[in-house]
């Protein structure tokens, strides 16, 4: 079952803050978050273990409530090279992920 | 992390022909992915290549349709077979130590283009 990312999109101003969504109706093991640049491949940012959080980047950090079966991702004092499409991925058996559909991020100066 | 390349990057292809994507990783790796990412879309696996193993496909992908190989820890392929302008996509490899908790790369992708 794909999780579902909110919002869609959303556009900012240099040195706003963003938070991006995950949900999932399964429970959750773990939330691996990525970042992609138009043309590129997704970029591993972090992930998060079920109990526990894990802090990949300065000024992007993220939770997870299990019980909640969600996870958010925060982006603080956003710069204009945060812009991109950013996807959760839930861990699923065997290492696979299901990805969101995606959240676009796009930072103004 | 794993540095993972692909060939070809890009192709265009005629329908009814197939197309082999070979993904080279620069170390020994546990599990391979194959994904696609259709334009404005989210990436979808394929199917789970394990060395010395035939491949897990999703459901809605089958092996007549895309074939894969995985003959050492290090490299795979995935072919895609009779193909139509749906075929047309970013395909994409990634590797992984396998479990829940595992981090996963990708490679740079392959765009494709069915006419």
């Known amino acids: 079952q794909q999780p579902v990312q909110s919002p869609q999109a959303v556009i900012l101003r240099e040195g706003e803050d963003a938070v991006i969504n995950c949900s999932s109706s399964?429970?959750?093991?773990?939330v691996h978050w990525y970042r992609q640049k138009h043309g590129e491949a997704p970029v591993f940012l972090m992930i998060l273990l079920k109990g526990g959080e894990q802090k990949g980047h300065e000024k992007i950090s993220a939770s997870f409530n299990e019980k909640k079966q969600q996870s958010s991702l925060y982006l603080t004092a956003s710069q204009l090279s945060y812009s991109g499409t950013y996807f959760c991925g839930t861990g699923g058996p065997g290492g696979k992920l299901i990805f969101g559909q995606g959240t676009e991020l796009s930072v103004k100066p | 992390s794993a540095v993972i390349s692909q060939k070809p990057s890009r192709d265009i292809c005629q329908r009814g022909t197939s197309l082999t994507i070979q993904c080279q990783v620069d170390?020994?790796?546990?599990?391979m992915f194959w994904y696609r990412q259709q334009p404005g879309q989210s990436l979808t696996l394929i199917a789970t290549a394990n060395q010395g193993s035939e491949a897990t496909y999703e459901s809605g992908f089958v092996i007549d349709k895309f074939p894969i190989s995985r003959p050492n820890l290090t490299f795979s392929t995935l072919t895609v077979s009779n193909m139509s302008p749906e075929d047309s996509s970013i395909y994409l490899c990634?590797?992984?130590?396998?479990?829940?908790?595992?981090?996963?790369?990708f490679g740079p992708g392959t765009r494709l283009t069915v006419l």
């Open positions: 990634s590797t992984g130590t396998g479990g829940f908790y595992n981090e996963q790369f």
């Open positions: 399964k429970a959750l093991y773990s």
């Open positions: 170390s020994q790796v546990t599990m």
